[in-house]
């Protein structure tokens, strides 16, 4: 069975699901970067060519994880050196990326997994259109979208005024796109689920619950 590595704050129902496929490693929030962020996968580590690359103060280090150089700071953009995604074999990232990791397309936007919700090796969702642009630049096939309900939590697992992203609402494996979530508290709901039914993925949400951001997931 895979590890996945997940904010510590994931409710009850998301995690007995993922129970059934993985071994699950809850994220210890950490005090080096704000509270949204403390526990999030997608700020501390980035998995590349099958590899997990990792910030040296990550609160879970795996004796197979390669230590990146840049320790995750507070304010942006040093809270996102590892914040990259890869789609297609390509590696998306930006200007504030870690030396370790050598990006094939560059973008502007340093939360850029945050702001990438793949959703097979081939293809993504995405909630900001310079990503979209740079992506279709590079015949990585995406779905843009504007999206203004996705929540955020405290450090108390309260909700934060600040809005969440796709990439950190989802992770998919398998065939399967979970969103941690109810799909239809979300103002795209039908142009996801049409998306998701035009490349064969099977969606997974959770009826009821808001949509919340926990950076996504690690899996390994």
Same mark, same amino acid.
């Given at each position: 069975?895979?590890?996945?590595?997940?904010?510590?704050?994931? =409710?009850?129902?998301?995690?007995?699901?993922?129970?059934?496929? $993985?071994?699950?490693?809850k994220?210890?929030?950490?005090?080096?970067?704000?509270?949204?962020?403390? /526990?999030?996968?997608?700020?501390? !580590?980035?998995?590349?060519?099958?590899?997990?690359?990792?910030?040296?103060n990550?609160?879970?280090?795996?004796?197979?994880?390669?230590?990146?150089?840049?320790? #995750?700071?507070?304010? %942006?953009?040093?809270?996102?050196?590892?914040?990259?995604?890869?789609?297609?074999?390509?590696?998306?990232?930006?200007? %504030?990326?870690?030396?370790?990791?050598?990006?094939?397309?560059? #973008?502007?936007? @340093? !939360?850029?997994?945050?702001?990438?919700?793949?959703?097979?090796?081939?293809?993504?969702?995405?909630?900001?259109?310079?990503?979209?642009?740079?992506?279709?630049?590079?015949?990585?096939?995406?779905? %843009?979208?504007?999206?203004?309900?996705?929540?955020?939590?405290?450090?108390?697992?309260?909700?934060?005024?600040? =809005?969440? $992203?796709? @990439?950190?609402?989802?992770?998919?494996?398998?065939?399967?796109?979970?969103?941690f /979530?109810?799909?239809?508290?979300?103002?795209?709901?039908?142009?996801?689920?049409? %998306?998701?039914?035009?490349?064969?993925?099977?969606? #997974?949400? $959770?009826?009821?619950?808001? #949509?919340?951001?926990?950076? /996504?997931?690690?899996?390994?």
């Open positions: 069975m895979k590890n996945l590595i997940i904010d510590s704050r994931i =409710r009850d129902v998301e995690y007995e699901y993922l129970l059934n496929y $993985f071994n699950i490693i994220l210890p929030l950490s005090e080096d970067v704000y509270e949204e962020i403390s /526990g999030h996968s997608d700020i501390f !580590y980035a998995k590349i060519h099958n590899k997990i690359i990792c910030a040296p990550a609160k879970y280090i795996d004796p197979s994880f390669i230590i990146g150089n840049k320790t #995750v700071k507070k304010d %942006y953009p040093n809270d996102v050196p590892y914040n990259v995604c890869e789609i297609d074999s390509k590696i998306i990232g930006s200007r %504030y990326t870690d030396k370790s990791i050598k990006p094939d397309v560059m #973008v502007k936007q @340093g !939360y850029v997994k945050c702001s990438i919700a793949k959703i097979n090796d081939n293809c993504c969702i995405t909630t900001d259109k310079k990503i979209s642009n740079a992506l279709a630049e590079n015949n990585i096939e995406n779905l %843009y979208i504007q999206e203004n309900n996705i929540r955020l939590l405290k450090r108390n697992g309260s909700l934060s005024y600040m =809005r969440g $992203f796709i @990439g950190g609402a989802s992770i998919s494996f398998d065939n399967k796109f979970i969103l /979530g109810d799909i239809d508290k979300l103002e795209n709901s039908n142009k996801i689920k049409d %998306y998701l039914k035009e490349n064969n993925i099977e969606l #997974v949400d $959770f009826s009821g619950l808001d #949509v919340y951001d926990y950076g /996504g997931g690690i899996i390994y």
